[in-house]
């Protein structure tokens, strides 16, 4: 991988602890999409990772840590990838079918992470669930945001129906992947990228630029 300007080059050792802290984490990920966080454990992670449970101890603190790092790791990964998606689509038409088609296609692709959200509702602490929970909201409040300048350039060109406000709009669009999500989630063997053109044709409708 290329060093990018002004970004300091890591030492051997960090490089090794880096690969160390992502064997586990993607070990973790995939052990706590086929458990819930109550019947996982430490034990289940390392031998995922085919490393000690002394070693895991060396990286992380505790259970706990190892979850809360695997999904700021997840939701990281998806805000990024949509992000340069949209900025890689032309006019806020496009941009708009790819912010809500990419909701469904990526977990699509990665649903141990839907199945570890999804999950992720009881069996630890309290505080932590706050903190997973406030970092998601932030998240989703600067795609909110994205979104809603994306809407407000289709009203002002015209290709988005005029009567409702961009961040209402936003709103609406938003809500179209999470209910096929949570629809599939109700599902068993359904490909849920075949669901992506009903997603894609239900916010095209939403916003006025139905293309049938």
């Known amino acids: 991988m290329n060093e990018q300007p002004g970004q300091r080059k890591l030492s051997r050792k960090e490089r090794e602890y880096e690969?160390?802290?992502n064997l586990v984490l993607d070990a973790a990920?995939?052990?706590?999409?086929?458990?819930t966080y109550a019947d996982a454990s430490v034990e289940d992670i390392a031998q995922?990772?085919?490393?000690?449970?002394?070693?895991?101890?060396?990286?992380?603190?505790?259970?706990?840590?190892?979850?809360?790092?695997?999904?700021s790791r997840a939701q990281q990964f998806f805000f990024d990838t949509v992000t340069e998606r949209i900025d890689a689509a032309h006019g806020p038409h496009e941009k708009m079918r790819v912010a809500v088609g990419y909701f469904v296609e990526h977990f699509a692709r990665y649903g141990r992470q839907m199945k570890l959200y999804a999950s992720a509702t009881n069996g630890f602490q309290w505080e932590l669930k706050s903190k997973l929970i406030d970092e998601a909201q932030s998240a989703q409040a600067r795609f909110h945001l994205r979104l809603t300048e994306i809407c407000q350039q289709g009203l002002d060109e015209g290709i988005f129906k005029k009567g409702v406000p961009a961040d209402i709009l936003s709103m609406s669009l938003i809500s179209i992947p999470h209910a096929?999500?949570?629809?599939?989630?109700?599902?068993?063997?359904?490909?849920l990228l075949d669901?992506?053109?009903q997603a894609l044709k239900i916010a095209d409708r939403v916003v006025g630029a139905d293309v049938d």
């Open 29 to 35: 990920e995939e052990v706590f999409a086929d458990y």
């Open 180 to 191: 096929f999500l949570m629809a599939w989630l109700g599902t068993e063997g359904e490909n």
């Open 195 to 197: 669901l992506v053109p």
């Open 48 to 71: 995922r990772a085919e490393i000690s449970v002394g070693t895991l101890y060396n990286l992380f603190r505790s259970k706990e840590e190892i979850y809360k790092r695997v999904v």
């Open 19 to 21: 690969f160390r802290v």
